[in-house]
């Protein structure tokens, strides 16, 4: 298929065009910031700058006619992988995090419709469920969470997950395109995994809202891959996240010493390090499983280990 993805020199990005391409995809990439004139990198996908708060950047990306500088342009993509947002609160103002993320995701969406693009998989986040990022104490009902807790974003970057899946829920109302939205928790990449989960390995009590989950970019790449290659209709949200917790802690042991006064249901686990984020969904329809597990990055004390063990290694 031919592919586009969004956000391509990001960090999910990075992961999912090499993923694509070794699945057999033709990928372009786009994102606000240029590539080099000089001749790419042999196997390098294709790249076209574009500012997706850009109606008619996008509008010509989607429809393939930024691509290629001479010769017959390409045509419209048979799938969009939209991964070009902002990926937190709080490093730029909220309206801009708001507008930037809605209004791409608006204009994509948009454009796909009009181009009678078959398939988008929009990258929205654990957020729009209320994680993270709430101005006021905000707890999940019940964990581990799946895709029937009750949204309640507070913040402009998750409320704009949030509404960029109801954009995605309306377009395929009015039109043919099929789209997933993937919800990603943390994601970590080999030049993460210490940085970000390291602190948190090493201090089995710091607290995490999102009971301890993370995603590998790796893992998430293959949840994109599948949601580009399957045949669900209409519109259908999945969270993606590592089947263990940070560090291996208990869920519901370390649940109850964090956060002793909230209100949330602990539900039975399979294993008593689960990740506080069912993927039972996205296993059951898009028939992924998470491969990647902290451990196979950071030893127990949270340093890292001499060399990341590969997923096809593992016992
Ligand atoms: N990193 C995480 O932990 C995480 C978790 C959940 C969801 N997500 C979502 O995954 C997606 C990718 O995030 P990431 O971690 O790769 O972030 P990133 O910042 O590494 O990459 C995002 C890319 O999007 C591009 N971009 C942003 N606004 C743009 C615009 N207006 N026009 C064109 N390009 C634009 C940026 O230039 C950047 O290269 C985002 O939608 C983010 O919200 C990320």
């Keep these: 298929m031919r592919v586009l993805v969004t956000g391509a020199a990001g960090k999910v ?56 500088e001479a010769g017959p342009k390409p045509g419209r993509f048979d799938a969009v992988v939209h991964a070009g947002a902002i990926p937190a609160p709080g490093r730029h103002a909220p309206h801009t995090v708001f507008g930037n993320n809605l209004m791409g995701l608006f204009h994509v969406v948009e454009a796909c419709v009009r181009w009678q693009v078959p398939r988008l998989v929009n990258i929205s986040s654990e957020t729009a469920a209320g994680f993270l990022f709430a101005e006021r104490p905000w707890y999940p009902a019940y964990l581990p969470v799946d895709e029937d807790l009750p949204d309640a974003p507070q913040d402009p ?79 259908e949200v999945f969270y993606i996240a590592a089947d263990d917790t940070i560090g291996g802690r208990d869920l519901h042991a370390s649940w109850r010493r964090a956060f002793p006064d909230s209100p949330t249901e602990l539900r039975p686990v399979e294993r008593p390090d689960a990740s506080g984020i069912s993927t039972g969904k996205a296993r059951r329809l898009l028939g992924w499983r998470p491969e990647v597990s902290w451990a196979d990055h950071l030893n127990p004390d949270g340093t890292p280990r001499a060399r990341a063990v590969p997923a096809e290694g593992r016992a």
Aim: charged content about 20%.
């Design 13 to 68: 990005g990075k992961a999912t065009v090499p993923h694509l391409q070794a699945a057999g995809h033709s990928v372009t990439a786009s994102d606000r910031f240029g590539r080099s004139f000089d001749r790419p990198d042999p196997g390098a996908a294709p790249h076209v700058t574009a500012d997706l708060t850009d109606a008619g950047q996008v509008f010509s990306l989607v429809g393939g006619f930024t691509e290629t």
């Design 157 to 235: 970057y998750g409320l704009a997950k949030l509404l960029g899946e109801q954009v995605c829920a309306a377009a395929v109302r009015r039109s043919d395109l099929r789209c997933v939205s993937l919800r990603p928790t943390w994601v970590q990449d080999a030049g993460s995994y210490a940085r970000n989960l390291g602190p948190s390995v090493a201090d089995p009590e710091e607290p995490s809202l999102t009971g301890w989950s993370y995603i590998d970019a790796g893992d998430l790449a293959a949840a994109i891959r599948l949601a580009v290659e399957c045949d669900l209709t209409g519109h």
